[in-house]
């Protein structure tokens, strides 16, 4: 497990914290700083505060928001903030699953509350945490210019997805990625019944800034989370503290 501590000047007055190793060891890690795992919206903030040349916009990272695969016959997809991301509630167990190959299959209780959460109207959905995403309303690509026009990117990004799109659109990028598993896998009949978990990754600009909530590798050791604290310190250029 590696930590990585990145104080941004004082005018801002806040610390970066990365934590790069599997993503259970990696929440631990931020805890010990005392800090939570940062949304797409926080990280797209930073982004835009702090420029396309500074680390936050050239790594990549988990963030705190979550796909859940609905292996019914629609096949919807309900996206999940923090405060409703099954995986955030038992990283380990997920880490697991998917150390030993297996998916992360949500219990009949957490899937029906999030159905009964789940809204297709991304600002409702933004109050209740849950947005429902049906299977012909996903899109591989969206232009930088829609991220707060298209219903998902609109739901994660909140008040970030109209600046965002602006800044990705003046470094370079038209375009975001947006994987999700394919229909034809959640349909297999070896998931019938069940709900497929995974959760959400954020690239770095050279990738595009693509969003993957098809990722099943929460055991990766290269793997990498983040979040933002406040700090008090004397003037003085941006530094970077590493530990091992």
Not at 63 to 90: S, W
Not at 131 to 160: H, K, M, S
């Amino acid at each position: 497990m590696t930590k990585e501590i990145i104080h941004v000047p004082p005018t801002d007055g806040f610390d970066i914290v990365y934590a790069q190793g599997p993503f259970d060891q990696g929440l631990a890690s931020l805890r010990e700083e005392k800090v939570s795992l940062w949304s797409a919206e926080e990280l797209a903030r930073l982004r835009v505060q702090l420029g396309a040349a500074h680390p936050v916009s050239q790594r990549w990272s988990w963030v705190a928001e979550n796909f859940n695969y609905v292996t019914d016959a629609e096949a919807d997809i309900l996206i999940a903030l923090a405060a409703q991301n099954p995986i955030i509630k038992d990283p380990a167990r997920a880490v697991q699953a998917h150390r030993e190959g297996r998916e992360v299959y949500l219990t009949d209780t957490v899937f029906r509350e999030l159905r009964d959460l789940a809204s297709p109207d991304p600002d409702m959905a933004r109050q209740t945490g849950v947005y429902r995403l049906t299977r012909d309303n996903v899109r591989a690509e969206i232009p930088a210019t829609a991220l707060d026009e298209y219903g998902p990117t609109r739901f994660l990004l909140g008040a970030q997805a109209k600046p965002y799109g602006k800044f990705l659109q003046e470094s370079g990028i038209q375009t975001v990625h947006f994987y999700t598993v394919g229909v034809d896998y959640i349909r297999n009949p070896k998931h019938e019944g069940q709900t497929l978990g995974r959760a959400l990754w954020v690239s770095d600009l050279l990738n595009r800034s693509s969003l993957y909530g098809n990722f099943n590798d929460l055991h990766y050791v290269y793997g990498r989370v983040g979040g933002v604290r406040p700090h008090a310190r004397e003037a003085g250029a941006l530094e970077a503290r590493v530990e091992r």
